[in-house]
Structure formats: structure tokens, C-alpha cells
């Protein structure tokens, strides 16, 4: 799914608005996303996700092929995790009785 | 632009907020929009499509098989069970945009 995708589906589910304002709309949810990662804060969206920024310091690395050490600079990532609710969402197994139970498997997702 | 001491969490309410300044809708269906965004990009993912805003990032569903990790903590050997994770790989645009505001900055703020 595109952006200009979304912004269809959302115009199918809202007959009322007009386009323009739509794109308005989810383009104003993405820009207010980007600014506060830009500005080093926190988005918490609950059963979604949440995006961060993760700060890595200077470094110096190896360029793999040539064995060359090379300085990185410090710099910030954008980083996303995903929320409990999309992550089970996306799990549901499609049949209930294959489901393992959950206790049996180390999950690296939960601490 | 002046940046504030230390960082704040943004939440759904402002995103709403932010919507409804820039839109003139009430306030209340700023937030079911809001809503209505993110239960969109829930439902393709969820069928395994992937989600691609441009300038921002996209979102996809990789699936991984079982496989043995190791608990860090204790050490010993568990299995991990086969599972779909969402990836989301930030567009350049975003990466360069949250790196030029880093150089703007002299004190990098503690991460989460």
C-alpha cells in the first residue's frame, strides 16, 4: 500500500471529505511524526507502535571488503517498534488449535 | 526553531490536535481520522502487505522460522517460535532530516 493508496481507501470510507483534505490529513500525521523525531522526541502510538531515535556515537569502522578502518560519525537513526496489539495482530495464527503456548518460547520482543 | 531541554512522548492526541489546527474538522473527527490512518495501515499489514510512505519510510511483515536463541540473562537455550515481525526502514529523506537537526544540537539528548 502507497501513500496515494491509503489516502484512496480513506477517501472510500469518508464520502464526505474532500480529497485535498484528506491528503491534508495524511500528510499532517507523517510531517508531525518526522518533526518530533527531528526534535529528538518520542511518538507513542498504543497499539501500533512507537518511533524513536536512537543516538550512535562516533566509531571507528572497517570497510568489510577492503579491512580499511574507516570513522563514522556519530549520528542519530530513526527507530521503530512495533506496538503489543499490531504484533499479536500480526501473529494471530490461523487456525487456534496450532497455537503454541506462549511460555514455551523465549521472546525477545517482551523486556 | 528553538528545541525544547529535554524530550516529550506524542501521542495520538497530538497528532489529532495537529489535524484538527490544519484541517477544519472538529476535533472529534480529527481523531477518528487519525484513527482511521492507522487501522488502514494495520489491516494491509496484517495481510501481509506492506505499507510505502514516501519521504517517511515503509513498513513490511517479515516472516521468521524457528529457531534456537539463548535467553541473555540466563543463558540457556530456548527455542524461539516461528513469527511475523514488522520492519520498518526509515526513507532518507527522514534519516537526513533527523541528522541535520543532530548537527544543529550541541547536547545529544539521553535516548530512550
Given at each position: 500500500?502507497?501513500?496515494?493508496?491509503?489516502?484512496?481507501r480513506?477517501?472510500e470510507?469518508?464520502?464526505?471529505?474532500?480529497?485535498?483534505?484528506?491528503?491534508?490529513?495524511?500528510?499532517?500525521?507523517?510531517?508531525?511524526?518526522?518533526?518530533?523525531?527531528?526534535?529528538?522526541?518520542?511518538?507513542?502510538?498504543?497499539?501500533?507502535?512507537?518511533?524513536?531515535?536512537?543516538?550512535?556515537?562516533?566509531?571507528?569502522?572497517?570497510?568489510?571488503?577492503?579491512?580499511?578502518?574507516?570513522?563514522?560519525?556519530?549520528?542519530?537513526?530513526?527507530?521503530?517498534?512495533?506496538?503489543?496489539?499490531?504484533?499479536?495482530?500480526?501473529?494471530?495464527?490461523?487456525?487456534?488449535?496450532?497455537?503454541?503456548?506462549?511460555?514455551?518460547?523465549?521472546?525477545?520482543?517482551?523486556? | 526553531?528553538?528545541?525544547?531541554?529535554?524530550?516529550?512522548?506524542?501521542?495520538r492526541?497530538?497528532?489529532?490536535?495537529?489535524?484538527?489546527?490544519?484541517?477544519?474538522?472538529?476535533?472529534?473527527?480529527s481523531?477518528?481520522?487519525?484513527?482511521?490512518?492507522?487501522?488502514?495501515?494495520?489491516?494491509?499489514?496484517?495481510?501481509?502487505?506492506?505499507?510505502?510512505?514516501s519521504?517517511?519510510?515503509?513498513?513490511?511483515?517479515?516472516?521468521?522460522?524457528?529457531?534456537?536463541?539463548?535467553?541473555?540473562?540466563?543463558?540457556?537455550?530456548?527455542?524461539?517460535?516461528?513469527?511475523?515481525?514488522?520492519?520498518?526502514?526509515?526513507?532518507?529523506?527522514?534519516?537526513?532530516?533527523?541528522?541535520?537537526?543532530?548537527?544543529?544540537?550541541?547536547?545529544?539528548?539521553?535516548?530512550?
Amino acid at each position: 500500500m502507497t501513500k496515494s493508496e491509503l489516502i484512496q481507501r480513506l477517501a472510500e470510507r469518508n464520502p464526505h471529505l474532500f480529497l485535498r483534505d484528506i491528503e491534508k490529513i495524511v500528510d499532517t500525521i507523517f510531517d508531525e511524526i518526522s518533526d518530533a523525531m527531528t526534535a529528538g522526541d518520542r511518538v507513542e502510538l498504543r497499539g501500533f507502535g512507537a518511533f524513536s531515535v536512537k543516538h550512535r556515537e562516533a566509531r571507528t569502522g572497517r570497510n568489510p571488503r577492503t579491512g580499511d578502518t574507516v570513522h563514522v560519525e556519530a549520528k542519530r537513526l530513526p527507530f521503530f517498534k512495533t506496538g503489543k496489539a499490531l504484533h499479536e495482530k500480526l501473529n494471530e495464527p490461523k487456525h487456534d488449535d496450532m497455537q503454541a503456548p506462549e511460555d514455551k518460547f523465549y521472546n525477545p520482543l517482551s523486556d | 526553531m528553538t528545541l525544547p531541554p529535554e524530550s516529550k512522548t506524542i501521542t495520538r492526541a497530538d497528532l489529532a490536535e495537529a489535524v484538527y489546527a490544519q484541517v477544519g474538522l472538529s476535533r472529534n473527527e480529527s481523531s477518528d481520522l487519525v484513527e482511521q490512518v492507522l487501522d488502514e495501515m494495520m489491516e494491509a499489514l496484517t495481510k501481509g502487505d506492506s505499507v510505502k510512505i514516501s519521504s517517511f519510510g515503509s513498513f513490511s511483515v517479515k516472516h521468521k522460522g524457528e529457531r534456537v536463541g539463548r535467553n541473555p540473562k540466563t543463558g540457556i537455550e530456548v527455542a524461539i517460535s516461528p513469527r511475523s515481525v514488522l520492519v520498518f526502514r526509515a526513507s532518507h529523506v527522514l534519516k537526513d532530516r533527523i541528522n541535520k537537526a543532530t548537527q544543529a544540537m550541541s547536547t545529544p539528548k539521553s535516548e530512550s
